[in-house]
């Protein structure tokens, strides 16, 4: 059974950090894509950076060189070091873990909270 369990989430001040944590259970992690969201109440789930198989990562623009994400095979873990938060990235943020050629093959965290205070 597929399970994905996200940790990290916190309050923090204006230009803290965290680092959010996703471990995959299930034996999918070296096959699916791993991929961080996040969420605000009224407004669609936005993806914030995701990486491949091979490792290779890819931000969405409002990170601006903000967070890193990694991966660690060993564990079956992915991460989210965020660095200078802002109020506006506070957010559920959830792990994601998509096929690379079926899309409807996809799995989700529960999400954890993020508060950035200003």
């Known amino acids: 059974q597929v399970q994905l369990v996200e940790s990290g989430g916190s309050l923090v001040q204006l230009g803290g950090s965290l680092r959010l944590s996703c471990t995959v259970s299930?034996?999918?992690?070296?096959?699916?894509?791993m991929n961080w969201y996040r969420q605000t109440p009224g407004k669609q789930r936005e993806l914030v950076a995701m990486i491949g198989r091979t490792g290779s990562p890819n931000y969405a623009d409002f990170v601006e060189d903000r967070f890193t994400i990694s991966k660690d095979s060993a564990k079956d873990t992915v991460s989210l070091q965020m660095n200078n938060l802002k109020p506006e990235d506070t957010a559920v943020y959830f792990c994601?873990?998509?096929?690379?050629?079926?899309?409807?093959?996809?799995?989700w965290g529960q999400g954890t909270q993020v508060t950035v205070s200003s």
């Open positions: 299930g034996g999918i992690f070296n096959i699916y894509n």
């Open positions: 994601n873990a998509q096929h690379p050629i079926h899309p409807y093959s996809t799995y």
